[in-house]
């Protein structure tokens, strides 16, 4: 079984940055394409960014630009580069592997990012 955990949220002024990692456990994951998603309070978890096995990255249009996802299969290890932050950006962000509208893992504890304006 799988375990993700998440690490690098935390406070940050509107225009700053962060970056998220995610360490999974298990040799499975360097062949599984892998997401970062976030939830905001009241809201539905929203997939955010991704990343293939290969490395090729697509971004939900909110992000785009401004964040970039990456991985190290050596490390088990998917990052979140997140830059010029906005006050909407504010939620939990969980990782996870997407799977035709679900996903293969079971949920981390995320870690959250708060955007002060």
């Known amino acids: 079984q799988v375990q993700l ?10 225009g700053g940055s962060l970056r998220l990692s995610c360490a ?9 394409s892998m997401g970062w ?5 009241g809201k539905e978890r929203e997939l955010v960014a991704a990343i293939t096995s290969g490395g090729i990255s697509n971004y939900a249009d909110s992000v785009k630009g401004r ?16 830059n010029s932050l906005e006050p909407e950006d504010t939620a939990v962000y969980y990782c996870n592997a997407p799977r035709y509208g679900s996903v293969w893992f079971g949920w981390g504890q995320g870690t959250q990012v708060t955007v002060a304006s």
């Open 5 to 14: 955990v998440e690490s690098g949220g935390g406070l940050v002024q509107a």
């Open 24 to 32: 999974a456990s298990g040799s499975i994951f360097s062949t599984k």
């Open 67 to 82: 964040f970039t996802i990456s991985r190290d299969n050596t490390k088990n290890t998917v990052y979140l580069q997140m």
């Open 37 to 41: 998603y976030r939830q905001a309070p």
